[in-house]
């Protein structure tokens, strides 16, 4: 299928985090919001918001996020940055996109834990409003942050869960906080009820993936490092746990430093349920079309292929299955001319 086909087919995404994924125009806009002065030029702005190409391993990677986190500490910013990265997946035919961002990166200012979420959630409302799609929020834990501090924001949160906010996720630097270091917070959130996804196998670590599954885990976002690993992968098809791969991101954070190293073809093989997401649109520089693009011409991946991913998507998804029905009707619709 040529981009503007991939382009218009309707699309999922499970994994978009919201401050890698600001359009160059909302960052101008926040930044003015606070008197930052930023480059004029847009490539100029770009070298500073988009991971270095020759970014060394994931905490390199990171570094990138420092530059948006000043913007994103009032309600406004919050949901103006919202409404942008929501406006950006429906121009894309994004028909179904969870958000995650971290409460505890936006509370340098007046904002509290759940205020922070508030605000996202109204810029998510304000969105849906007025595009053909449904957009929800997640909260990210940080893995570097202590377990109280994570715990305490799962427990300010937990009661907007199902109110825009759909679940949660554990972000951040995995090498030095690995799944055994973040037990207990996991723990707190699912005793909270919060749907669970979780970052893990990003730093060559298939250990950090195999104990999220252990602990119940349904979604693990990355699992890069299971590329290898038959056993793991026969527990993640038998315990039915779908899988948020991120491939350009994989290849700039170095989880993967080939395509041999990416999961895509062994997870396929063994009929596990794989979904596709961009990451972070803004620091990798990518669109969920451009990553579908990049499945097609690296793996030969079909029309079948791309629906089945999007079914996967929103199998997974933490929404009604009333709301899982209508997705996959419009679904079926939009692939069937292409089967
Ligand atoms: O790919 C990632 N791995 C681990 N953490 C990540 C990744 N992309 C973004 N993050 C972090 C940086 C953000 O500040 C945070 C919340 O979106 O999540
Ligand atoms: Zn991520």
Same mark, same amino acid.
């Given at each position: 299928?040529?981009?503007?086909?991939?382009?218009?087919?309707?699309?999922? /995404?499970?994994?978009?985090?919201?401050?890698?994924?600001?359009? $160059?125009?909302?960052?101008?806009?926040?930044?003015?919001? *606070?008197?930052?002065?930023?480059?004029?030029?847009?490539?100029?702005?770009?070298?500073?918001?988009?991971?270095?190409?020759?970014?060394?391993? $994931?905490?390199?990677?990171?570094?990138?996020?420092?530059?948006?986190?000043?913007?994103?500490?009032?309600?406004?910013?919050?949901?103006?940055?919202?409404?942008?990265?929501?406006? !950006?997946?429906?121009?894309?035919?994004?028909?179904?996109? /969870?958000?995650?961002?971290?409460?505890?990166?936006?509370?340098?200012?007046?904002?509290?834990?759940?205020?922070?979420?508030?605000?996202?959630?109204?810029?998510?409302?304000?969105?849906?409003?007025?595009?053909? *799609?449904?957009?929800?929020?997640?909260?990210?834990?940080?893995?570097?942050?202590?377990?109280?501090?994570?715990?305490?924001?799962?427990?300010?949160?937990?009661?907007?869960?199902?109110?825009?906010?759909?679940?949660?996720?554990?972000?951040?630097? /995995?090498?030095?906080?690995?799944?055994?270091?973040?037990?207990?917070? =996991?723990?707190?959130? !699912?005793?909270?009820?919060?749907? $669970?996804?979780?970052?893990?196998? #990003?730093?060559?670590?298939?250990?950090?993936?195999?104990?999220?599954?252990?602990?119940?885990?349904?979604? =693990?976002?990355?699992?890069?490092?299971?590329?290898?690993?038959?056993?793991?992968?026969?527990? *993640?098809? !038998? %315990?039915?746990?779908?899988?948020?791969?991120?491939?350009?991101?994989?290849?700039?954070?170095?989880?993967?430093?080939?395509?041999?190293?990416?999961?895509?073809?062994?997870?396929?093989?063994?009929?596990?349920? *794989? %979904?596709?997401?961009?990451?972070?649109?803004?620091?990798?520089?990518?669109? $969920?079309?451009? #990553?579908?693009?990049?499945? !097609?011409?690296?793996?030969?991946?079909?029309?079948?292929?791309?629906?089945?991913?999007?079914?996967?998507?929103?199998?997974?998804?933490?929404?009604?299955?009333?709301?899982?029905?209508?997705?996959?009707?419009?679904?079926?619709?939009?692939?069937?001319?292409?089967?």
């Amino acid at each position: 299928m040529d981009f503007d086909t991939l382009h218009a087919l309707g699309k999922t /995404e499970l994994h978009c985090h919201l401050d890698g994924s600001l359009s $160059l125009s909302c960052i101008r806009q926040l930044a003015k919001m *606070i008197n930052r002065p930023l480059p004029a030029s847009d490539d100029a702005l770009r070298q500073l918001v988009q991971a270095p190409t020759n970014s060394e391993n $994931l905490a390199d990677y990171l570094k990138t996020f420092d530059f948006v986190a000043p913007l994103l500490q009032t309600k406004k910013a919050l949901q103006m940055a919202a409404f942008d990265v929501v406006a !950006q997946a429906a121009a894309e035919n994004v028909r179904y996109i /969870e958000i995650r961002f971290a409460p505890a990166f936006s509370i340098s200012g007046d904002l509290s834990l759940s205020e922070a979420t508030e605000a996202v959630i109204e810029g998510l409302h304000q969105a849906v409003n007025q595009f053909d *799609i449904v957009a929800k929020a997640l909260v990210c834990g940080m893995r570097q942050l202590p377990n109280v501090d994570n715990q305490t924001m799962f427990r300010a949160n937990a009661a907007l869960v199902g109110n825009g906010l759909v679940g949660g996720d554990f972000a951040g630097n /995995e090498a030095d906080f690995p799944t055994s270091v973040c037990t207990p917070a =996991i723990k707190t959130a !699912q005793a909270l009820g919060v749907p $669970l996804t979780f970052h893990a196998g #990003e730093c060559h670590c298939p250990q950090n993936i195999a104990e999220a599954i252990f602990l119940g885990v349904p979604r =693990i976002g990355h699992a890069t490092a299971c590329f290898d690993q038959p056993d793991l992968i026969q527990k *993640i098809v !038998q %315990t039915h746990t779908t899988i948020e791969l991120c491939l350009t991101s994989n290849l700039q954070t170095k989880a993967a430093r080939s395509l041999d190293e990416f999961p895509y073809r062994a997870l396929k093989a063994a009929g596990a349920a *794989i %979904t596709i997401n961009t990451d972070n649109r803004t620091v990798s520089n990518t669109t $969920l079309t451009h #990553e579908y693009e990049l499945y !097609q011409t690296y793996f030969k991946t079909t029309a079948a292929d791309f629906l089945t991913f999007n079914l996967n998507a929103i199998n997974a998804a933490f929404i009604s299955e009333p709301a899982k029905q209508t997705l996959r009707d419009r679904l079926h619709q939009d692939y069937a001319a292409y089967l």
